[in-house]
């Protein structure tokens, strides 16, 4: 139950699982998403993301576990009865209606909500989307963005409680993605309406959401709001999905002791880095895995630091990628490889800077049991 402060939960989905013959396309996820909330899964191709969708939207049915909406289990509820606008990636706009006839079909199941025609309905929703002129075109006139706004108003017309979104701006080329994904962002908060989206898109689930929901192999790594899961990632594969990160695991040769001294030293590969466990408590000997952004690493252009971070490694530029706003250097580094962001390419012998409290501790295990 909510607290005041709280919203309700609007779906909750209790251990449930999906499998097919021998594939278990889901494994015992369980997610509550509050009213209101913009809920992104995300995670590689084959991970489970659509398949959670569609047992939320009710296309299929969990081999165990509970979808609720609210506090109603919606086991065998068909999707037309689950309240639901759904948007997939493929437009899915009947060529033969017109914009206006494809919104319209989105009330095939209910009449428009509140107190308006069929007709000041449609015109509402293609206000809601930008596209008030668009009612008699067809949709081969419209552009990929339009016409996924067209199939958006769609989904919306019957004033759904939920709105689920599957890779509907995969089509789309980069820019007109980065718009679009701005457009439904408003869209969502004006109407305050509880929304699930799937994208295997790292960047766009980061720009998008209230809270992701990081999918592998079925199951879920951890789920958090962006700025958590990109800063502090509690699994290997978390940290190295989401964004460009540097990752390593080495041993502790100290135990944690904040009394004395904030940093412990790692030993990866035969060299030693400091690293800060925060809350974490390390003990000598445990396995430790690290990780650092590449925007933490400092390095000027003449390969020197002019400040005196904890750590410093000795490291060879081997390639630069030049991107506009800065460069990711790819560096050689104890036999590993280190990215780091730099304004200008550079090249050659440098010597890299980080504090220890940039670097994230993202697993420890003691005693081969992870903690
Ligand atoms: P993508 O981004 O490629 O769409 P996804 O993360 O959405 O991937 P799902 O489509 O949910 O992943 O599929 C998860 C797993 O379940 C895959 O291994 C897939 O092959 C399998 N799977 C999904 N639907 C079926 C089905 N109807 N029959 C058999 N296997 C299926």
Redesign the pocket.
Known sequence: MGSESSPPIAVELEAVS?R??D????DEVSIRVPRGEFFT?V????????????LIAGF?EPSAGTVRFGDRDVSGVPPEEREVGVVLQNYALFPHMTVGENVAYGLRFSDPPGDVSETERVAELLDLVDLPEATDRDPDELSGGQRQRVALARALAPGPDVLLL??PMSALDAKLRERLRLQVRSIQRELDITTIY?T?DQEEALAISDRVAV?NG?HLEQVNTPQAVYRRPETRFVAEFVGDNNVFSGTALRSSDPAETPSVPVEIGGETVRVDPGRRSIRSGDRVTVCVRPEALRIDADGTIHDAPDNRLKATAESAEFLGETTRVHLAWNGRELLARTRDPIAGDVTVGFDPDDVHVVTVERGGERS
Not at 23 to 26: I, M, P, R
Not at 43 to 54: A, F, H, Q, V, Y
């Open positions: 999906r097919y013959g594939t278990t396309a889901v899964l995670g590689p191709s084959g991970c489970g993301k659509t398949t959670t969708l569609r299929e599957d890779e799937v295997h999918m079925g």
